[in-house]
């Protein structure tokens, strides 16, 4: 008897603690716009070894700051840690958050990016559904004839795809960066807008109505316990129907702990500028 | 971008003997093809080693240029390269010889004569950590739990360079040399090298030029001299430098601490020489009219003596040559963004800034410190030199863009306001920033100054360092020239 009591006070322990935590990381961004508070991933604090008594502690430390797996978390009898389900749990979370999140008006709202959706209706049926996902519905067709300009050199569109928060995480950083990087090579782009319920091959439906020179889409990625918030930059010249896999571009990995944005959008301008001047994109491109 | 081949080449002048290499460095690209381009050298050959040379003085303290220049240019004739398809290398005047009176013009000379990007390097420090990758330490730590040292013995100066988990983790210099004590058959001393002088007063060995020594004497000064050296090294002599007599063989201050060894490995010409037979006699021991083969003798028995594994090096005598033609160049980050107008640069120095997130996220701290180590630079280097320096800039990990403007706006500004007549600005990142960094300082700057801005090159305070000319247009070689592990600051920020 005396064990479960102490068990229940440990849980009920930790949990007042996590609360006492998430309440304290959240108070203070209160100009957070979008409201819900997703799961802080330092929480947890850095990524530290659970070992007790290691036969070596620089080499366990080496290893774990060589990759962000689950590397060094110890085990109480047969079961995880408390500290490392958690962390395991939250991280998991935090991933489906992201795919059943929306992304911050204010973001959108920030670049003038207007939204359009695509057929996907709801998420459970975009997961189900990913040919849905590639098709924007006919009013978003509407007013994406009405609001862009047509045959632009570089067409930029953003989409939540899988992952909502690696727009709120990452736009800030890639995007302008991206428009630098144009404007350092002299190139200019078209009408933005924002896609909701995108697939990445949402770009050559896009393409077909505003055939640009090159497309560049920028996805959230679909989310893993490592990050849940890493976006891709799908790029592709002259996408249309029909274009095949092989003849897309893509940087992938883009978080804070991956691709560094503002290096990938600074590097999404060259990738660009190498498509313009070679005519392709995908594996026949020369980077 | 298909794997490229570079050629490298390294020059050694050394207090008894010169050496070069000719080698190619294989580059290949290590990223996966859905990241960021990311380029390393994965692969060193070996493909011309010269024969070993006596190096050519004219007289005590001077170098003879042009017999160095004649060595060299049929050493070319032999490996069959040009110096025009060289792209990288480094020249290094090792030792004693470092001293000599002409020594920087020959080194710089030699460098500027050897192609487009071959760079002058001196200093024991430096010398030391290029013989130890030459050896092999470096690579060999990464196999070991505690440290690694090469002591790289030549004629002039043991230079020993410390590794722990394949990072450098110090280096110290000695006046222990086969050369510094020259003496013929019959036992008469030669010359004594004045580097060697108080240690040998303070150790109460009294010789000078013109005395006749017995053998048993000779062996008692080699054997005193590896054991001060050893002491210190094996951490047997702490506190650091309390033995008076160790003090005097070390050139420099002594390290704040010195790592505990698991492995040591002898390079140079006296660890060539510590496999032969021991000499048994004077004329033995003076074939080359000097003390080297009972120093090596000495050496090895001294090292018996420590709980110190004695491994064999990858390279002896050739060990600085290797180090400096194979292992000095590094390759910048593939997103970068350089006016390749401006290269190659040569020997220009590094001032770092150091940010903290804290810094990172406030304007006001950002563009102050961006301010003060333009204040700083501008205190410390020529108003009309172009470039003045190179900015490091590290712990900028989780940059914004937003930060990224604040940081733009104030380097372009303070770089023109402290350096209005430079043509260039140079800006080493250690996280990948670089292309982004430079187009937002370019675009501000409109091409005056100029901008070179690379990253994932690591440098401290005090370095200098060479970029070469551009490969593919999208990477450059660069050459770190690390001065001193002493007096660094870690982690400080010299704002």
Not at chain 1, 158 to 185: F, I, T
Not at chain 2, 162 to 176: L, N, S, Y
Not at chain 2, 419 to 448: H, I, T, W, Y
Request: hydrophobic fraction near 40%.
């Amino acid at each position: 008897m005396e064990r479960t009591i102490s068990l229940e006070r440990l849980v009920d322990g930790v949990l007042t603690e996590l609360e006492k935590r998430i309440a304290a990381a959240a108070s203070p961004g209160g100009d957070e716009a979008g409201g819900m508070p997703l799961a802080p991933v330092d929480l947890f604090g850095p990524a530290a070894s659970r070992v007790p008594d290691p036969k070596w502690e620089e080499g366990v430390n080496e290893l774990i700051a060589a990759t962000p797996a689950r590397i060094g978390v110890w085990r109480a009898g047969t079961r995880p840690l408390t500290r490392e389900m958690l962390k395991f749990r939250c991280d998991h979370a935090a991933a489906v958050d992201s795919i059943y999140g929306q992304v911050s008006p204010a973001i959108l709202e920030q670049y003038g990016l207007f939204t359009v959706e695509t057929r996907y209706e709801n998420t459970e049926n975009y997961l189900k559904r990913p040919d849905m996902g590639r098709i924007v519905t006919d009013e978003g067709v509407e007013k994406i004839r009405s609001a862009c300009r047509m045959n632009a050199q570089v067409q930029i569109v953003v989409s939540d795809g899988l992952s909502a928060s690696a727009v709120d995480a990452n736009l800030r950083d890639v995007y302008p960066a991206l428009l630098d990087s144009l404007k350092a090579y002299g190139l200019s782009a078209g009408t933005p807008f924002f896609v909701r319920g995108g697939r990445v091959a949402v770009m050559d439906h896009i393409g077909d109505i505003l055939q640009p020179e090159v497309f560049v889409l920028l996805i959230g990625e679909r989310p893993g316990l490592v990050s849940s918030k890493s976006m891709s930059a799908y790029m592709c010249y002259r996408p249309r129907k029909g274009t095949v896999e092989s003849d897309r571009t893509v940087i992938s990995n883009i978080h804070q702990g991956g691709t560094p944005p503002l290096e990938a959008g600074a590097h999404i301008g060259t990738v660009v500028k190498k498509m313009l001047e070679q005519r392709t994109s995908g594996v026949n491109l020369d980077l | 971008m298909p794997d490229q081949w570079i050629t490298s080449v390294g020059i050694d002048i050394g207090t008894s003997t010169t050496k070069m290499i000719v080698s190619r460095l294989k580059l290949t690209r290590t990223s996966s093809a859905l990241s960021l381009p990311r380029y390393d050298i994965v692969e060193r050959e070996l493909l011309y080693a010269s024969p070993i040379h006596g190096t050519p003085l004219l007289g005590e303290d001077e170098i003879d240029a042009e017999r160095i220049g004649e060595l060299l240019s049929q050493d070319y004739e032999k490996a069959g390269i040009s110096p025009r398809d060289l792209k990288t290398g480094a020249v290094i005047i090792t030792g004693e010889t470092a001293n000599k009176k002409n020594a920087s013009r020959i080194v710089h000379l030699l460098a500027e004569r050897s192609g487009d990007f071959v760079v002058a390097t001196a200093g024991a420090d430096l010398e030391g950590l290029l013989a130890g990758k030459g050896a092999g330490a470096d690579r060999r730590s990464m196999h070991t739990r505690g440290a690694v040292a090469n002591l790289d013995v030549g004629g002039g100066t043991a230079n020993v360079a410390f590794f722990a988990r394949g990072k450098p983790a110090g280096t110290v210099t000695f006046h222990v040399g086969g050369r510094l004590i020259q003496v013929d058959p019959a036992g008469t001393i030669e010359a004594v090298s004045p580097s060697l002088r108080p240690w040998l007063e303070a150790s109460g060995f009294a010789i000078s030029p013109g005395q006749t020594v017995g053998f048993p004497l000779l062996r008692e000064i080699c054997a005193a001299m590896c054991r001060d050296m050893l002491d210190y090294l094996a951490r047997c002599a702490l506190p650091a430098g309390g033995k008076e007599t160790i003090r005097k063989l070390m050139l420099g201050d002594p390290l704040p601490s010195v790592p505990v060894l698991e492995e040591w490995t002898v390079s140079g010409g006296i660890g060539g020489l510590m496999a032969a037979k021991a000499p048994d006699s004077l004329a033995e021991t003076a074939v080359h009219g000097d003390i080297g083969p009972l120093l090596a003798h000495a050496l090895r028995q001294c090292c018996e003596r420590y709980p110190i594994r004695l491994a064999q090096p990858d390279q002896t005598v050739r060990a600085t040559v290797i180090g400096a033609g194979m292992q000095s160049t590094e390759i910048s980050g593939a997103t970068v963004h350089l006016d390749a107008s401006l290269l190659p640069i040569r020997n220009l120095p590094v001032l770092k800034l150091d940010i903290s997130p804290h810094m990172l996220a406030r304007e006001a701290l950002l563009k102050e410190a961006a301010a003060g180590v333009m204040r700083t630079a501008a205190s410390l280097f020529e108003q009309d030199a172009s470039p003045p320096f190179a900015l490091a800039l590290s712990g900028m990990k989780h940059c914004s863009y937003e930060s990224l403007q604040w940081l733009s706006d104030a380097l372009a500004e303070r770089f023109r306001e402290a350096f209005p007549a430079s043509r260039a600005m140079v800006v080493v990142c250690e996280n990948d920033l670089a292309k982004a960094l430079g187009q937002s300082l370019d675009r501000r700057c409109g091409g005056r100054p100029g901008i070179v801005c690379i990253d994932q090159i690591r440098v401290e305070y005090g370095d200098y360092i060479d970029l070469g000319e551009p490969i593919s247009g999208v990477m450059i070689p660069v050459v770190v020239k690390t001065l001193a592990f002493h007096n660094r600051t870690v982690g400080g920020t010299h704002a």
